[in-house]
Structure formats: structure tokens, C-alpha cells
């Protein structure tokens, strides 16, 4: 699947343009204030307004969507209200992706803006006010669906009415679908009873013409996100998410070490503290130097060393200063193991290590930087598999305006590091690093975030 069904555009396009200006509209009237949800109970708040809401669906790291009808406990609950009178238009109308539970995007040009799209479509058919999306752990993302007409409705403006339609017949063409545009454009027009002169619509403070193929995108943002919470800031994440990507990889390398040697890698090593040295197996030594120590209680503890110091002053001056103390208090973080590892890789290169490792006791998780000679080597698949966990890590400590340039710097870095050039001509659609004749990609999506990663030879589509 490709592309989404012509029963599904067809049925959602006389009401796509007043779906794209009431998500417009309640996007608008979210900005600044707290949103606040019940969704088991149905509903929403923004601030102190109240509003209907339920879970439509969640789109996962394969590119599938699932609508939240067939999530155990939801079906029958307020919270699947909405996905539930979806697969009765589905079923009525004929409409696989409604009545399906589990849609695959994977096939689609871009998985997660097709997610979006999708979103956007259901919005339209159920007559609601907007879709938002959050995520939900690595790079998945949950969609509620909103019912806000006291902040959606009213009178329409040409300005916000053309940027609105211009949205909604973009959704249409990235489909093949322009042969909707002209119901779209009437069923707002009836929507809020404009008259039609040929091709355009007439409104109190001016027209809109019909949108066509040579007007260009618009770059307007239908589906709201609702940003992480505790971000890092993006002047330390610019350092700190390429060292990840770099250690990590380092880290997967001692892995496929070790297991070739028939060393059981889970067993944890041996820490000779006079020798500086991680034992593993009681057969393969490392040279290492402490990094710190995790507490279970949340607490991350500095160690002494060149690596935790640079780390100390990278985060002091990225804009997390209490982070440079000697002993930090991430409890209070939504993402306190998240940031340990953030800071774990970030002194482990900034010290000149290649990996990292940690190691249980009872005071909690020592971290140790690999920094033994011997650096084993790292395949193309190790660096992907390293970029997909820090990828999953960063997604839920950056904030979306800055996704795209941290995902950048943080892809192109391990590329480089692990010997391929980087190669800017696939950008921003894709992340390119090219060593002689192989390449490595990392396919990203309108949002800033890595969908997809693929190595092969150079030329060749992953």
C-alpha cells in the first residue's frame, strides 16, 4: 500500500477544507496553554476550557497504524468513541483503511506525515475539530481526536480560508487525487454558504480561487504536536546526540566482539580499578576509566576524569548548569534514564572513548568509557543499529523545531565517524554518508524524525 484508497479520499474530500481550517483554528487557540487530557473518560481540556476527546489511533516504528478500536480495554469506552463511528463509516462506505485494524503506511513516500494525513481524513469524515498527536516512547506517536466547536467555528477570512485549502488540496495531490479538489473547494463553500463564481469562492473580505498544482506547497501545520516534556536544550543536544549515536555504536561493536570470542556479553564485567581495565568473561580485558554512577533513586553522580569534566562544562554552558554538579537529581526529569545515558555518552567521547558500558552493583549503575586501543571494528549495520537507539533516545528529550537539525547532527556525525563521508544531496529528505562504493542512509520525515535506515551500494534505494 502506497497510497490510501480512492473510497477514502473520495468520501473525505468535500469536507477536507473545513477539517483544515477548524484543525487551523483550534491549533491557534492551543498555543500557550495547557492541554490536558482524560481520555478514558473522553475528554480534554485547554486550560480551563473543556472539550470532547478520544484516542483515534497510534502510529508505531514499523509505519503501521492502529485505530485504538482494537486496543484491549478501549473498544465500547469513550476513549474509542471516535475510532468506533470510523469503522461504521467504514463499513457502510466501503473504505478498507476505516475497517482494517492495523494499516500499513510502510509503503507510503513519507510513513509518518501519511499518519498525519490519515489523521486528518478521519477529522473530516467525523466532522470533529482537530487531530493532535504526542508521543508515546521512542518514536511513536499517539492521535487523539478533539471536539472543540465553541474554538473551531465561525466566519471564515480569505487569507486563513486560501492557506487552509491550499493545505487540503496538497493532501489530495500527494495522493493523486486533485480530481477531488473541486468538491473540496465546493463543500466549504457550502460548508458556510459562499457563493461559487467559476473557480473561485466568494467571501465577505475577498475570494480564493482553486487551488492548482503550480501554487506551490503550503507549509501550514494541520496535525498539533504536543512537545516533550523536560527538553534538553538544543545547544546541547547540537554535541551530545552525535557523541550518543558515536558511543553507542562503539558500544554495538564491543557486542559483536565479544560475542564472536562465544563470550556471553549480558554477563556483567569485572571492574579492576587499579588496572582500569572491564574484564569480561574472564577471558576479553578493556581498558576503561569511570564515567559516573545511576542511582535507582534517580540520583547521577559524577566520577572524576578529563571526559566528566568536558561533559561538566558542555552542559553548564548548553544550559543545564545544575546537571554540572557533582551529584544531580534527575528524579524530578520525566526522562531521568534518558539523560544518564545522555551524559554518559557525551563524557565517554568528549574524553576521547569510542563506547561505553554500564555496570549493576549496588549503589547503582557504574558507567564506564571504553578507551582500550584495540577499537573493534564497526560494520554498517552496527552504526544503523546504534543511530536507531539514539534516535528513539533524542526523540523524547528535543523539542519539534529543533528535531530536524539535532536528527542532522547526530546521523551525519556517526556517519563520519565511522569512516563515510557525508553526502548532502538526498537532504532534508534523506541523511546520506557514502564510503567508496556503499552508502548508508536515514530517511526522514517532514517532522524532523528517522523513519527508516538502509545501507547497500551506492545508487541503489533502501
Given at each position: 500500500?502506497?497510497?490510501?484508497?480512492?473510497?477514502?479520499?473520495?468520501?473525505?474530500?468535500?469536507?477536507?477544507?473545513?477539517?483544515?481550517?477548524?484543525?487551523?483554528?483550534?491549533?491557534?487557540?492551543?498555543?500557550?496553554?495547557?492541554?490536558?487530557?482524560?481520555?478514558?473518560?473522553?475528554?480534554?481540556?485547554?486550560?480551563?476550557?473543556?472539550?470532547?476527546?478520544?484516542?483515534?489511533?497510534?502510529?508505531?516504528e514499523d509505519n503501521t497504524f492502529q485505530w485504538s478500536w482494537v486496543v484491549p480495554g478501549f473498544a465500547g469506552t469513550p476513549a474509542a468513541a471516535h475510532a468506533e463511528r470510523l469503522r461504521e463509516i467504514g463499513e457502510r462506505r466501503g473504505v478498507p483503511e476505516l475497517t482494517e485494524p492495523l494499516?500499513?503506511?510502510?509503503?507510503?513516500?513519507?510513513?509518518?506525515?501519511?499518519?498525519?494525513?490519515?489523521?486528518?481524513?478521519?477529522?473530516?469524515?467525523?466532522?470533529?475539530?482537530?487531530?493532535?498527536?504526542?508521543?508515546?516512547?521512542?518514536?511513536?506517536?499517539?492521535?487523539?481526536?478533539?471536539?472543540?466547536?465553541?474554538?473551531?467555528?465561525?466566519?471564515?477570512?480569505?487569507?486563513?480560508?486560501?492557506?487552509?485549502?491550499?493545505?487540503?488540496?496538497?493532501?489530495?495531490?500527494?495522493?493523486?487525487?486533485?480530481?477531488?479538489?473541486?468538491?473540496?473547494?465546493?463543500?466549504?463553500?457550502?460548508?458556510?454558504?459562499?457563493?461559487?463564481?467559476?473557480?473561485?469562492?466568494?467571501?465577505?473580505?475577498?475570494?480564493?480561487?482553486?487551488?492548482?498544482?503550480?501554487?506551490?506547497?503550503?507549509?501550514?501545520?494541520?496535525?498539533?504536536?504536543?512537545?516533550?516534556?523536560?527538553?534538553?536544550?538544543?545547544?546541547?543536544?547540537?554535541?551530545?546526540?552525535?557523541?550518543?549515536?558515536?558511543?553507542?555504536?562503539?558500544?554495538?561493536?564491543?557486542?559483536?566482539?565479544?560475542?564472536?570470542?562465544?563470550?556471553?556479553?549480558?554477563?556483567?564485567?569485572?571492574?579492576?580499578?587499579?588496572?582500569?581495565?572491564?574484564?569480561?568473561?574472564?577471558?576479553?580485558?578493556?581498558?576503561?576509566?569511570?564515567?559516573?554512577?545511576?542511582?535507582?533513586?534517580?540520583?547521577?553522580?559524577?566520577?572524576?576524569?578529563?571526559?566528566?569534566a568536558q561533559a561538566k562544562e558542555l552542559v553548564a554552558a548548553g544550559g543545564e548548569p545544575s546537571w554540572a554538579a557533582g551529584e544531580v537529581d534527575l528524579s524530578g526529569h520525566p526522562r531521568p534514564a534518558h539523560v544518564a545515558e545522555l551524559l554518559t555518552c557525551a563524557a565517554a567521547r568528549l574524553?576521547?572513548?569510542?563506547?561505553?558500558?554500564?555496570?549493576?552493583?549496588?549503589?547503582?549503575?557504574?558507567?564506564?568509557?571504553?578507551?582500550?586501543?584495540?577499537?573493534?571494528?564497526?560494520?554498517?549495520?552496527?552504526?544503523?543499529?546504534?543511530?536507531?537507539?539514539?534516535?528513539?533516545?533524542?526523540?523524547?528529550?528535543?523539542?519539534?523545531?529543533?528535531?530536524?537539525?539535532?536528527?542532522?547532527?547526530?546521523?551525519?556525525?556517526?556517519?563520519?565517524?565511522?569512516?563515510?563521508?557525508?553526502?548532502?544531496?538526498?537532504?532534508?529528505?534523506?541523511?546520506?554518508?557514502?564510503?567508496?562504493?556503499?552508502?548508508?542512509?536515514?530517511?526522514?520525515?517532514?517532522?524532523?524524525?528517522?523513519?527508516?535506515?538502509?545501507?547497500?551500494?551506492?545508487?541503489?534505494?533502501?
Open positions: 500500500m502506497d497510497s490510501f484508497s480512492d473510497a477514502l479520499l473520495t468520501l473525505a474530500a468535500p469536507r477536507l477544507g473545513v477539517a483544515a481550517e477548524r484543525s487551523a483554528r483550534l491549533n491557534r487557540a492551543l498555543e500557550g496553554t495547557t492541554f490536558r487530557r482524560n481520555l478514558e473518560a473522553g475528554v480534554a481540556w485547554s486550560g480551563d476550557r473543556r472539550m470532547a476527546a478520544g484516542i483515534l489511533g497510534s502510529h508505531a494499516v500499513d503506511l510502510g509503503g507510503f513516500y513519507d510513513p509518518r506525515a501519511a499518519a498525519d494525513d490519515l489523521a486528518l481524513l478521519a477529522v473530516a469524515l467525523l466532522d470533529a475539530s482537530a487531530a493532535i498527536r504526542h508521543g508515546h516512547g521512542g518514536r511513536a506517536l499517539t492521535f487523539i481526536v478533539a471536539d472543540a466547536p465553541d474554538l473551531t467555528s465561525g466566519a471564515p477570512a480569505a487569507e486563513q480560508a486560501g492557506a487552509c485549502l491550499r493545505r487540503a488540496a496538497d493532501l489530495l495531490g500527494d495522493y493523486d487525487a486533485r480530481q477531488h479538489t473541486d468538491a473540496m473547494m465546493r463543500g466549504y463553500a457550502g460548508h458556510h454558504g459562499l457563493a461559487v463564481r467559476g473557480t473561485e469562492i466568494e467571501l465577505p473580505d475577498g475570494t480564493v480561487p482553486f487551488p492548482t498544482k503550480d501554487d506551490g506547497r503550503s507549509g501550514l501545520l494541520l496535525v498539533n504536536e504536543l512537545d516533550v516534556n523536560g527538553p534538553v536544550p538544543a545547544s546541547l543536544l547540537a554535541t551530545a546526540a552525535p557523541a550518543m549515536a558515536c558511543v553507542l555504536a562503539g558500544q554495538n561493536a564491543l557486542i559483536d566482539r565479544l560475542s564472536d570470542d562465544g563470550v556471553d556479553w549480558r554477563t556483567p564485567p569485572e571492574w579492576d580499578a587499579a588496572a582500569g581495565t572491564l574484564r569480561f568473561g574472564g577471558t576479553v580485558t578493556v581498558q576503561a576509566r569511570e564515567i559516573g554512577v545511576f542511582a535507582q533513586n534517580g540520583t547521577w553522580t559524577w566520577a572524576d576524569g578529563d571526559g566528566p574524553g576521547g572513548g569510542w563506547g561505553a558500558w554500564s555496570v549493576p552493583g549496588p549503589g547503582g549503575e557504574r558507567r564506564f568509557a571504553l578507551v582500550d586501543p584495540e577499537q573493534p571494528g564497526t560494520g554498517p549495520d552496527t552504526m544503523l543499529a546504534a543511530l536507531h537507539t539514539s534516535a528513539n533516545i533524542v526523540q523524547q528529550l528535543v523539542l519539534r523545531r529543533d528535531r530536524y537539525e539535532i536528527t542532522r547532527a547526530m546521523a551525519l556525525g556517526v556517519f563520519e565517524h565511522c569512516g563515510y563521508v557525508p553526502w548532502h544531496a538526498g537532504e532534508p529528505e534523506f541523511l546520506m554518508g557514502v564510503q567508496g562504493l556503499y552508502q548508508v542512509r536515514a530517511y526522514v520525515s517532514v517532522d524532523g524524525t528517522i523513519y527508516r535506515l538502509s545501507s547497500g551500494l551506492f545508487g541503489q534505494p533502501g
